[in-house]
């Protein structure tokens, strides 16, 4: 296809995302909100971060039970912290395991691919710029607009096929 691939390279054998990651990943929203006149309210920040720690996709109810220590945060709370950050390019919805991922490259990023693994479970999201041409050539035949389009892939990774993958991890 000739196109310019952006791919991340982690740690395959640590599901978390490293603590310097997360926090960047917060900053870099706290910025776009700001830029968009958003409002990152606490709990969207806090949705946000818990989101950003894992690789795997994260339910509400699961969201909701990481969020709930102390005091009890309702699954419906996350949902709507959830489509804000959705809406705002911070965040993807998972559509075959109604899931939510970060979204690690930005709100302004284009078509996006989300690798997700069958072995470990782990998501990767890569950008492919041939893509998106191949893409707006087919949808504006038919006079289509995407919006953030959003393809997932299931397979496996690379350490689930090299066999090296070791899911536990010390956080
Ligand atoms: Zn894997």
Redesign the pocket.
């Known amino acids: 296809m000739g196109s310019q691939v952006h791919t991340h390279v982690y740690d395959?054998s640590c599901p978390k995302r490293p603590k310097a990651q997360v926090q960047a990943v917060l900053v870099r929203a706290e910025r776009h909100c700001e830029e968009q006149n958003l409002r990152l309210t606490p709990i969207r920040r806090r949705v946000l971060e818990e989101l950003g720690r894992e690789r795997q996709p994260m339910s509400a109810y699961l969201l909701a039970d990481r969020l709930s220590q102390g005091r009890t945060v309702a699954p419906v709370a996350v949902y709507r912290a959830l489509e804000f950050l959705v809406s705002a390019g911070l965040a993807r919805r998972i559509a075959s395991k109604s899931a939510y991922v970060i979204c690690e490259h930005g709100p302004a990023s284009g078509t996006a691919l989300l690798l997700i693994?069958k072995?470990?479970?782990?998501v990767d999201e890569m950008l492919c710029e041939g893509l998106d041409r191949v893409l707006n050539r087919a949808t504006a035949q038919v006079d289509f607009a995407t919006h953030r389009p959003l393809i997932e892939l299931e397979g496996?990774?690379a350490?689930?096929t090299s066999r090296y993958?070791a899911p536990d991890c010390v956080s």
Request: include cysteine; hydrophobic fraction near 10%.
């Open positions: 395959p693994c072995g470990c479970g782990v496996e990774c350490s689930c993958g």
